[in-house]
């Protein structure tokens, strides 16, 4: 098994809390736009962990294994995860359906792409 850790620089987690916090001050305006937005960005920066928590529980409980092989003479669909605001990648596939609900393509079949080889960056 592989261990693994990561800890953000503090800045990192302050843009992190700073986004959440601004994220759910935009919600909570779809819920009560009475309130006014001072109030609201209150509310939220006591919400910011609670968010933070059932976000990383969602997207554990539903989390897919994807097959980690991809045939880049065929067209590659990306899925991807919204966390805090911010677009990951999820997987890449050949198969569209597998790709999710929202997929994008990334390499399209008969295009011209004579690599076997995608890089990919990890982001935490």
């Known amino acids: 098994a592989m261990d693994y850790v990561f800890e953000p620089m503090p800045r990192q987690d302050r843009q992190r809390h700073y986004r959440i916090k601004r994220l759910l001050a935009e919600r909570l305006s779809h819920w009560c736009s009475a309130l006014p937005a001072e109030l609201r960005l209150m509310v939220a920066r006591h919400l910011v962990r609670l968010c933070a928590i059932v976000t990383t529980q969602a997207l554990w409980a539903?989390?897919?294994?994807?097959?980690?092989?991809?045939?880049?003479?065929?067209?590659?669909?990306?899925?991807?995860?919204?966390?805090?605001g911010i677009r990951y990648l999820a997987g890449l596939s050949n198969d569209r359906?597998?790709?999710?609900?929202?997929?994008?393509?990334?390499?399209?079949?008969?295009?011209?792409?004579?690599?076997n080889t995608l890089y990919i960056l990890e982001d935490h």
């Open 62 to 84: 539903t989390r897919e294994s994807f097959d980690c092989s991809v045939d880049m003479s065929k067209d590659v669909w990306a899925s991807y995860v919204h966390i805090d």
């Open 97 to 115: 359906e597998r790709a999710g609900s929202e997929p994008s393509k990334l390499v399209r079949a008969g295009n011209g792409f004579h690599s």
